[in-house]
């Protein structure tokens, strides 16, 4: 852990094939082996491409506001829900958001007094710096390789990321290591549950065609979608509508769209329980692991070496 400028404690970055600390070029971080990658937009760029989620930048930058705090604290009802932090456990630390998207939740934790960095694999990454406060670090990184060393962080959160990679446990297993001992990974993933399964009706039948279509004319769809809203809360009716086209049921419409969207275009959206999470924390060396109210959250503590 070094200190920047201002005197705040900041992970360095590293090397994601060689392991070593990343030193400042000219609009480059390099390291020793020679491997240099770009600053752009003052955001560290460790990929070339959005590989499987390029959705995600398409949405992100689409939709760059309409999740941000405005006020009514959703989103920090959310945070808490899925991960059970709260400003006093999250201030003075220093928190990876993996996966940060336009920075819903980076913005709500650097609220709450964290030491920020957000990481997503897209270009959702130029919306969340124009979101974001400027002592915020963002990168652009895949998950599976992101740049920094083992313990790098007091608290690790994921949030509704890790199922849309190729393989979320091998997601899981490479954020787990950048907790370090004594500190916390929080993560929320899709509910494999029977009930969770039962209730999303046919919208898996549908994302046998929906991740194809091109992002524009998948927008306008969720956008049509939006009255369906309507019909989805009429008793009787509504329990049938939402199997048989189940779209978002948020109150705010563009919201729904965003939902929507959401729920239809990602290349992977897998489902887990939480044995199979349980099991993931169990396997990368956490304690007291605890499952949260909204399925499937989950929450650990990173053993000690001595433990």
């Known amino acids: 852990m070094h200190r920047d400028a201002a005197g705040t404690a900041t992970p360095p970055f590293a090397c994601p094939i060689h392991r070593d600390v990343l030193a400042l070029g000219d609009n480059t ?3 020793s082996a020679g491997e240099t990658y770009p600053v752009v937009e003052g955001i560290p760029r460790f990929v070339d491409s959005q590989l499987y989620a390029a959705s995600f930048g398409f949405q992100w930058r689409r939709f760059r506001t309409t999740q941000l705090h405005v006020g009514n604290g959703e989103s920090h009802a959310t945070l808490a829900e899925k991960t059970g932090l709260g400003r006093d456990q999250v201030s003075g630390s220093t928190v990876l958001d993996a996966g940060c998207g336009m920075g819903r939740f980076s913005q709500v934790l650097h609220e709450w007094g964290a030491d920020v960095t957000a990481a997503d694999l897209t270009l959702a990454v130029e919306a969340a710096r124009e979101n974001l406060a400027e002592d915020v670090r963002i990168v652009q990184a895949d998950l599976h390789a992101l740049p920094f060393l083992p313990g790098s962080f007091d608290i690790v959160v994921s949030i509704g990321v890790l199922h849309h990679t190729p393989d979320t446990k091998r997601a899981f297993l490479r954020i787990a290591d950048l907790v370090r001992p004594g500190g916390l990974l929080c993560v929320w993933v899709y509910s494999g549950h029977l009930r969770d399964r039962l209730a999303s009706g046919l919208k898996y039948t549908y994302r046998r065609w929906t991740p194809r279509l091109r992002p524009e004319r998948l927008e306008r769809l969720s956008r049509a979608a939006v009255p369906l809203y ?16 189940p779209t978002s049921t948020h109150p705010d419409p563009e919201w729904r769209v965003l939902d929507t969207f959401d729920d239809y275009s990602p290349t992977y959206r897998w489902r887990h329980t939480y044995e199979e999470v349980e099991a993931w924390f169990a396997e990368a060396g956490f304690t007291d ?8 959250a989950v929450r650990g503590v990173r053993a000690s070496s001595a433990e």
């Open 230 to 245: 309507h019909v989805h809360r009429l008793p009787g009716v509504g329990f049938v509508s939402r199997k048989i086209l």
């Open 29 to 31: 971080l390099e390291c």
């Open 289 to 296: 692991v605890a499952r949260l109210g909204t399925p499937v």
